[in-house]
Every structure is written in structure tokens, then in C-alpha cells.
């Protein structure tokens, strides 16, 4: 510890700036409006306590306190003095410095071990900290980046060339359905009878095996593999397409072939 | 001259570069843009040191590189670009599937009645919708290979009788008509709750919101 | 189903379908892609008829493929996809002069904090930083995708916690964060660099001008 330190060491933190700026950093003989754009390079406290620390060529795992905080509050005086805004980080640093320093020039505490008392491990461990994030984002700039050092391919893909048709799930269509029985049922207080479906599947499917031909034999009409409900469901289907007039049904001779004819045939010929 | 030296041998002079060379860096800008090039503008890769000659020659090669891929390389109107073929299209739609367009609400129950009331005229139609049945509601389903005419009524007139069709089924995941929601559960839905909360507000004629908000409705158990 | 029915003879069954029609599909939604592709997503173009193993095997295949081209394949974090080499990249850069945007030290130093500490609070940024960091700083991150909050902090004021992104790793070529260049040891964080190097006076430090030095170093080819 140097004198330096003398009149440093008991000084409160109000006055922190008020300290006498012994002398201005030999290096740095920036004029004012360069000075600002100077400080502002630093990207805090800590920063800047970097650049002295490697600028005076400090061991920073041995910080001689006295010295960094000389040049320190040397550089907050300076932007002082030049009526530059200071960030409050930097007020808050100065008076941790000096806290740090001051507490050096107190005896060791007898009974406790060294290091752990160190009044300057946790500066050290920020700066420590600090610098290696600097370091991790320069190398993360460095980096190759999308776009900035490599472009990503970008081959054009013609939207919809092929048509995309709706979907249709059988919820849609029992909530059509549902719709429209309100609505029938509203307008005209008329009731839809109930069917059974499968009937109407099967007048579909006899109305299709004949259309194109003249006649079908009426046994041709009943799947071999059904079963009884669906030979019964055959017939009414039949039944019913008789009423609705759509097929004709023809028995030559008694007992003989039953031929069914669907009446649009008839009729275009 | 200087530019070129950035990367090192094709282009240490321009009478020495080797067309692969060149073709490679053309390919990279052509898959990397977002727009089409035109010749002035790939000739800045090179510093306008290759005519449009030299340029246009090496995109046909390019191109005929490219033949029966996935990727071609085609001349638009705003340049050179790599698009998909269409071949290859349906498959990348998978990859992002937009939203599928939705059937008017027309066209659903249109459907709807076919379905359940099969075989049906138009004028069957008409009656349960209570409105007209446009034909291209009726072209739309049978473009689509959903429903057909499978006879004619006897009647003045020998209106067509739509059904469905088996692509119907397939299309719906459906083995048979039978796999339909049944009636009398829909009948027990409106009975259950007035009619009117059913019927719909006035209708944007696409099927979307309404058709959401009400199936939402019918899916709730009713309890009164 | 009917997707599949969507193009034609390769894929109407998984089975027979021919591996160089596989790769022109993969290469073709590769190309196309916005996005790098995982294999989950890859094999939605297969209807996942192709199993990770086969889809890898394919991929590797496309890989070699490419080698020696201006555009190569590559794994990163977000699955497989398409860059230019930075072989060609000085030329691609003729197309496109002007430079992008540089982040400030704020920003590349919060984004370091991040990807080597996450997840962390504002809070801890600015401990670690010692100064406050200004939401334009954590914004500017967030809108290129490289950060998001992913949770909270159990303490007043539940602040964000914040994480890098998938995005982040695509972007920087990465396939997870153990590829992040390691740390260096404390002790070793100011002696290893020289003092010249650190010395920031007196330029507008903005970028840092270290950094565009070595971005040049990173696009050209090392040739010596």
C-alpha cells in the first residue's frame, strides 16, 4: 500500500467523487466531444475496469486496489468534469472500489484464514465472470450466421397446382342434416318420417344394378352372402321402388323368372 | 479483377474458369434467391467478366443437369429460378398443410339430404332445403365423384335421382351407409332442445362459423 | 387414403416404392424448405411409410450426394436442410451488397449470457454485465428468434426467464447447445488474450471492429 491511499482510505462514499484527482491519466488526452464517444465504447463499470486492468498491466488475480481505483475515479472525475452523463452503474462501482480498498487497509482479521477474507474475491470474480462472456460473445459472433455468412436454399414451390378439395367428415354432414330438420320442422311443422336408412341404401343400389339394362332378374337383385335382415331390407327397397314407381316388376309365367325393370328405361325407349 | 480472388482458383483469371466451376456457383445463387435472376444480375456473381453468351449457355446445361428431378430450372418472366415440379408437388403439400377449403353450407346439405334420403331429385332437395338448389351445388358433388345420378323419376319432367357413390364411402371413411349417424339420434337432439337454437342466424353462405358454433352445440349431452 | 392417390405410379405402396424416387422427394422438400426439416416432419411426405433408419440412411445418401457442390446438406438442431458453402458464399455476396445489420455488443453479450447460462432473468444479465440491459436489447434478440421467455422466476415480481432457441442453434449451424464453443477457464480468461487485442480505443465500438475482422476471416477461404 502506497500513501496514495492515505487520505483515500477513510473518505465517506458521498464523497467519492469529490476525491482529488491527483493527476489525469498520461494516456489519455482526449478532447471532450471525443471523450464521450470514448466512454461510451465501455459497456459498463466492469468493462471498463477490464481495460485498466489490461491498460496498466494488472495482475487481476492479485488487484492492487489502490492503483485501479486511482485510475478509475481518474476517468469518472473526467467525465465529471466535462459535464457528460454517468450512468449510476459507474457511481455504484466507485463506491465498491473504494469499500474494497478501504477494507484492505485494515488489519487482517486475526483469527480467520486469508483467502476467504479476501475483501477483493467477489470484484474479482465478477470481472472474471464478465470477461468470460466477452470473450463467449466475440466467439459466438464469429460464428458462421444464417444469412449473414451462409445462405439457406429458398427454391420457389408453386402454392396449390394441385386443387385441394374440402373435406367433408360425417360430423358435417349430421350437423347439416340436423340443421335442416329444424328448419323443416320450423317452416313447416311438418314431420319427416323416419326411415330406415339402410332401405333407401338398398334403392340405391337396385336403381344402379339397373341402370344400363333392360331387365334383371329379381334374384339377381339379393346378394347371396346376405343375411336375413338384409334380404328383408332388399325387398322392401324393392317394395318401395315399386311404389315410388321407379322399377316395374314382371312375372311372365307362374312360378316363373321375376323380372324387374326400371321404368326410366322403359320410358326412354 | 480483384473481387474474384476472394475465393480461390476458377476465377484467378476469367479466361481460366472452369465452366463446372461456374455452373456450381450459379446453382448456389439459383437455389439461394428468393426472386428469379435475370442474366445481368448472375453476371455480377462473376463481376460481369462472362457475356450473357457464355451465361445463357451454361444455364441450359444447368438445365438439362436438372431433368427428372424434383427441381427444375425454368426462365420466368423476372429470370432464372429453381422451382418444384409438379410432380413433386402433392407430396411437399404434406409438409404443409394448409387449411382445406370448406363446402358452402349448400353444398353440406345438399349432401346431407342425398345421403340419408337417397335416391333424391332435385326437387326432393329443394322441398327439404326449402330453397332452390343451385346446379353448380349439384356439379360440385358429382365432380367430386361423391354423388351420381342412378335413374329417373317417373314423373313429367323424368327429374335425375342422385345417390351416393362407394368414393362417397371410401372418402368418408365409411364402409356402408349404415355407418352414417343414425336419425333417431338426431331426431332425440332437436327434441331435446328448442328448435330455434338450432336454426341458425341468417347464413354466411359459407359453411364455416355457424356449422362450428352449433356443432359445438349439438355435441354438448343434453340434459334438459 | 386418398392423399396418397394425390401423385401417381412410386408410392401406391410403401413397399415398392424406388430409393432414387425417395431421395428426389427428400431433396425436392429439402430445397424448398424454409425451414430445416426433421425426420418426423420428412417422413409426413412418405405418410410415414418410411421408417427414421431408411429416411437417415436416404438422407446421408443425399449428403454425399451434394459434396463438392455450391450447396450442401447439412443436421443442425431443427433437422436436415440445405446451405450454400461458405465456399461460394463470397460470390453470393455480390448479388447482395449490402451487409446485414450488425449486433451491438450489448446485444451479442446478453445473447452469449443467455446461451451459456440459460435460463436467465433480466436481472442476471445485468449482474453479470454489470449495467442495465434495455428491453431493445432483449427485443432485438426475441424478434430474430434466438431468445424466447420460457418461464418464470418463483420470486415478486415472477421475472422472465429467458432461453435460446431451436432457431438459435439452426442459425448458427448447431445441433445442440453442447456444440457452443466452450468457455474458457477463469484463470485463464485475461491471460490468454494478448493486450493489444483488448485495448477497445478509441473507435465508435459499436460491432467492434474485432469482429468485423474476423467475420472476413470466417467467409474467406483459408487459403495459406
Redesign the interface.
Same mark, same amino acid.
Given at each position: 500500500m502506497n500513501s496514495s491511499l492515505h487520505h483515500a482510505g477513510a473518505a465517506p462514499v458521498a464523497k467519492i467523487c469529490g476525491q482529488p484527482l491527483t493527476e489525469l491519466p498520461a494516456d489519455l488526452y482526449i478532447p471532450p466531444d471525443a471523450l464521450e464517444v470514448f466512454f461510451e465504447t465501455f459497456q459498463g463499470p466492469l468493462d471498463l475496469l477490464l481495460y485498466l486492468i489490461r491498460k496498466h498491466n494488472l495482475d487481476v488475480l492479485d488487484i492492487p486496489m489502490a492503483e485501479l481505483t486511482r485510475q478509475y475515479m481518474a476517468y469518472i472525475e473526467m467525465m465529471r468534469a466535462n459535464k457528460l452523463e454517468l450512468a449510476a452503474e459507474y457511481l455504484l462501482m466507485a463506491a465498491v472500489l473504494i469499500d474494497i480498498k478501504s477494507r484492505m487497509l485494515l488489519p487482517a482479521p486475526v483469527t480467520q484464514d486469508t483467502d476467504e477474507g479476501d475483501p477483493r474475491a467477489e470484484i474479482v470474480r465478477r470481472l472474471l465472470e464478465y470477461e468470460q462472456m466477452k470473450a463467449a460473445a466475440q466467439r459466438l459472433n464469429e460464428m458462421p450466421q444464417a444469412e449473414r455468412d451462409f445462405q439457406l436454399t429458398n427454391v420457389w414451390i408453386e402454392e396449390a397446382v394441385t386443387e385441394r378439395l374440402p373435406e367433408v367428415h360425417v360430423d358435417d354432414l349430421r350437423q347439416a342434416w340436423l340443421v335442416l330438420m329444424a328448419r323443416f320442422q320450423a317452416n313447416r311443422r311438418h314431420q319427416i318420417t323416419r326411415e330406415e336408412l339402410s332401405v333407401r341404401e338398398h334403392m340405391t343400389r337396385i336403381l344402379r344394378l339397373l341402370q344400363g339394362h333392360k331387365f334383371v332378374e329379381f334374384r339377381d337383385l339379393f346378394s347371396r352372402a346376405a343375411g336375413i335382415a338384409e334380404l328383408v331390407v332388399t325387398f322392401l327397397a324393392l317394395l318401395e321402388l315399386l311404389k315410388e314407381n321407379q322399377v316395374e316388376v314382371s312375372q311372365p309365367r307362374t312360378f316363373g323368372m321375376i323380372y324387374v325393370r326400371p321404368i326410366s328405361y322403359i320410358s326412354a325407349i | 479483377m480483384s473481387?474474384l480472388s476472394?475465393?480461390?482458383p476458377p476465377f484467378s483469371s476469367a479466361g481460366s474458369a472452369i465452366p463446372a466451376e461456374i455452373k456450381?456457383?450459379l446453382?448456389?445463387?439459383l *437455389?439461394?434467391?428468393?426472386e428469379? *435472376?435475370p442474366l445481368p444480375?448472375l453476371s455480377? *456473381? @462473376?463481376?460481369g467478366e462472362l457475356n450473357a453468351e457464355v451465361l445463357r449457355r451454361l444455364l441450359e446445361e444447368l438445365r438439362t443437369d436438372w431433368v427428372?428431378?424434383?427441381?427444375e430450372l425454368v426462365n420466368v418472366a423476372g429470370g432464372w429460378? @429453381?422451382?418444384?415440379?409438379?410432380?413433386?408437388?402433392? @407430396?411437399?403439400?404434406? %409438409?404443409n398443410p394448409?387449411k382445406?377449403?370448406?363446402?358452402s353450407?349448400a353444398v353440406?346439405?345438399t349432401?346431407?339430404?342425398i345421403?340419408?334420403?337417397?335416391?333424391v331429385t332435385r326437387g326432393d332437395i329443394e322441398e327439404?332445403?326449402?330453397v332452390g338448389v343451385s346446379a353448380s351445388v349439384l356439379k360440385a358433388l358429382e365432380s367430386?365423384g361423391w354423388i351420381a345420378a342412378?335413374?329417373?323419376?317417373? #314423373?313429367p319432367g323424368?327429374p335425375a %335421382?342422385y345417390?351416393?357413390t362407394v368414393n362417397f364411402l $371410401? +372418402?368418408? $371413411?365409411?364402409r356402408?351407409?349404415?355407418? *352414417?349417424?343414425?336419425?333417431?339420434e338426431? +331426431?332425440s #337432439?332437436?327434441e331435446s332442445r328448442g328448435?330455434?337454437e338450432? %336454426?341458425?342466424v341468417p347464413e354466411p353462405m359459407d359453411?364455416g362459423v355457424t356449422?362450428t358454433g352449433?356443432?359445438l352445440r349439438?355435441s354438448r349431452p343434453a340434459e334438459n
Open positions: - | 473481387g476472394v475465393t480461390s456450381r456457383i446453382e448456389a445463387a *437455389l439461394t434467391s428468393q428469379p *435472376l444480375e455480377k *456473381l @462473376f463481376h427428372g428431378k424434383g427441381v429460378r @429453381f422451382q418444384a415440379t409438379a410432380e413433386v408437388q402433392g @407430396f411437399l403439400e404434406r %409438409l394448409q382445406p377449403p370448406r363446402y353450407r353440406l346439405e349432401l346431407a339430404i345421403a340419408y334420403r337417397q335416391p327439404i332445403r326449402g367430386r342412378v335413374g329417373h323419376r317417373d #314423373v323424368r %335421382l345417390a351416393t $371410401n +372418402d368418408l $371413411n365409411l356402408s351407409l349404415e355407418e *352414417l349417424p343414425p336419425l333417431e338426431l +331426431d #337432439v332437436i328448435i330455434m338450432l %336454426l341458425p359453411a356449422n352449433s356443432l349439438v
